[in-house]
């Protein structure tokens, strides 16, 4: 009995099908579907109650996961002492972050890495930010905007805005707008969200205005780029264009106008012991990245 396999079973019960730990650890759902069942065979019980539509706990396998997670957290914990007392924190991330803000991300994330050399990063986009934690077995993610399970341990990073954008070589083809109701004469570019609805309607902090897109696309990297290239204007938020105002690619058009504020999270699950590399990760992160805002 390897200790591997004991932590595959713990995952299979946490995200709740055999294709969720397989998709979770990178490994062949047949591979998840046999090792269980030597598992079963090794303890002589079963351990599941299989159906077509999901998995469910035997009372053997209620006990037998109860048990083990308070073993696996005291394993860690030890090999966490060791690496302590070596000062060479080791071990491995998974992170979900938003789609297209690798601008902001990537060098915090670097920057961690050099510190932490011996630590692994695995680093997933997502756009589902806490609903996608147990799906995809993050230790952490990115979440915009409210947050609906309590389950949750969530750590407040910073509040952002969107702002209307623009490059110069488009306002000087098509002239800078003077007050957001010309907005329905421009080549506008909006966000198509997941569900096939296209973000239309730019809600500011006292107003709002329906546009008329000319280009959409569900790739907030697209439309930046399309941006760039004077295709129109977008209403993005900042730190999905650092890099490109820095530069002079990219404007705020009536500045003056902004969004609402939404609050970005890291969250991660409720469980029993978070490891020291999540750790050093999290803190990392509420350090270096409201900086960048």
């Given at each position: 009995m390897r200790l591997n396999d004991l932590k595959l079973f713990t995952t299979v019960v946490q995200l709740g099908s055999f294709t969720a730990a397989a998709n979770a650890l990178d490994l062949p759902r047949a591979n998840v579907s046999r090792r269980i069942g030597e598992l079963e065979k090794h303890l002589n019980a079963q351990l599941f109650f299989r159906t077509t539509r999901k998995l469910r706990l035997t009372q053997h396998g209620d006990i037998y996961y109860q048990e083990l997670l308070k073993v696996?957290?005291?394993?860690?914990?030890?090999?966490?002492?060791i690496s302590q007392l070596d000062d060479k924190p080791v071990g491995k991330v998974r992170i979900g972050i938003l789609p297209d803000s690798d601008e902001v991300i990537q060098p915090i994330l670097a920057g961690f890495q050099d510190t932490y050399p011996d630590i692994e990063l695995d680093v997933r986009f997502s756009s589902k930010g806490h609903h996608e934690l147990y799906d995809q077995g993050f230790d952490l993610a990115f979440h915009i905007g409210a947050l609906q399970d309590s389950s949750l341990i969530a750590r407040h990073v910073a509040k952002v805005h969107r702002f209307l954008l623009a490059s110069p070589d488009y306002l000087a083809r098509y002239g800078e707008p003077s007050?957001?109701?010309?907005?329905?004469?421009?080549r506008c570019i909006c966000y198509r969200w997941s569900d096939g609805s296209i973000e239309n309607t730019w809600y500011f902090t006292d107003s709002q205005v329906s546009v008329k897109p000319k280009l959409s696309s569900n790739s907030t990297g697209y439309i930046r780029q399309s941006m760039i290239t004077g295709q129109g204007i977008s209403f993005l938020p900042l730190m999905l264009a650092i890099n490109a105002m820095d530069s002079g690619l990219l404007v705020r058009v009536l500045p003056e106008y902004q969004s609402k504020s939404e609050d970005v999270w890291l969250v991660y699950p409720n469980r029993l012991g978070v490891s020291r590399a999540t750790r050093l990760l999290i803190e990392h992160i509420l350090d270096k990245l409201p900086k960048a805002f």
């Open positions: 696996i957290e005291g394993i860690e914990k030890a090999n966490e002492a007050a957001i109701e010309e907005l329905t004469k421009h």
